[in-house]
């Protein structure tokens, strides 16, 4: 691989997505990014879409299809057309069995991605984030910030959020350098918070936000009436579960065995909103 190698970024307009390609530019790396709606198009459940964005590169980034995941079918594609390293996004806890409470979590879409590139021969890394702390600032959560009430089925739980732009820089040592091949990085922020002192960081911050905690079927319906579509709002009341009984209250070192830093907190996070 050189310099002058276009690194295809696969889900280059979402949140990790568009982090790692603007880091690549600003490091003078070409970045093809590849989405839905992006200028190379690459369409998860079109895979008629996925050898013009695959062909010419030897590096990408990929960021599944939760909703249909077909990773395993992409690393054969990608393997059959010379690439040689993948870093792909995965997620902490899809390797433990006790995660869900109401299904096994063993044969999900992460894990077969993460086991189809583990066997794939190419370099590979995986990176293993616990929760976005961007999903309160430019995601889910966010019409809730704005609303000033935190109104989610987690009460005393905690998770050490983790800010993606860690998660961008992470993938990025991982596609352009060498020593994190054959790795595995799960990565938290440096503390767990409470939702209630995710509100007080925000509160401190100049935007004043409470935490109020509701049942999973208050949740629900509350999101259906907000406008969000039933099965999405049943999704994230199942992805909530974990965290409501504390699985993702542990720290994880990824971003400080990656990069020699520590990770940025919820704080870090919100002084660079804007």
């Not at 960021?63 to 902490?92: K, M, Q, Y």
């Not at 992460?110 to 189809?116: L, N, S, T, V």
């Not at 994230?236 to 520590?262: C, I, K, N």
């Amino acid at each position: 691989m050189t310099n002058t190698d276009p690194i295809l970024v696969i889900g280059g307009t979402g949140t990790t997505g568009r982090r790692v390609a603007r880091l690549l530019a600003e490091r003078g790396r070409a970045a093809r990014v590849a989405s839905r709606s992006a200028a190379h198009r690459f369409d998860w459940t079109d895979p008629a879409t996925w050898d013009a964005a695959l062909k010419g590169v030897r590096t990408a980034y990929v960021v599944p299809n939760d909703a249909d995941p077909r990773t395993p079918d992409l690393i054969d594609a990608a393997r059959a057309l010379g690439l040689e390293r993948l870093v792909l996004l995965s997620a902490r806890g899809n390797d433990d069995p006790e995660y869900y409470t109401d299904r096994p979590n063993l044969d999900n879409g992460h894990m077969q991605g993460e086991k189809a590139l583990a066997g794939s021969g190419l370099e590979w890394t995986v990176l293993r984030p616990t929760w976005f702390a961007q999903n309160f600032t430019d995601g889910f959560f966010t019409p809730m910030v704005e609303a000033g009430d935190l109104r989610l089925p987690v009460h005393g739980a905690a998770c050490p959020y983790v800010d993606a732009d860690d998660i961008a820089e992470v993938a990025v040592a991982a596609l352009t350098g060498d020593g994190h091949q054959g790795r595995t990085y799960e990565m938290s922020g440096p503390r767990p918070l409470t939702l209630g002192e995710v509100a007080e960081a925000f509160t401190a911050a100049g935007t004043p936000v409470a935490h109020t905690p509701v049942t999973e079927e208050e949740f629900i319906a509350e999101r259906v009436a907000a406008g969000i579509p039933e099965e999405v709002a049943l999704i994230w009341a199942d992805v909530m579960g974990p965290l409501a009984r504390g699985r993702e209250a542990h720290l994880s070192t990824g971003v400080e065995d990656a990069l020699g830093r520590p990770p940025r907190s919820l704080e870090d996070t919100l002084s660079r909103r804007g």
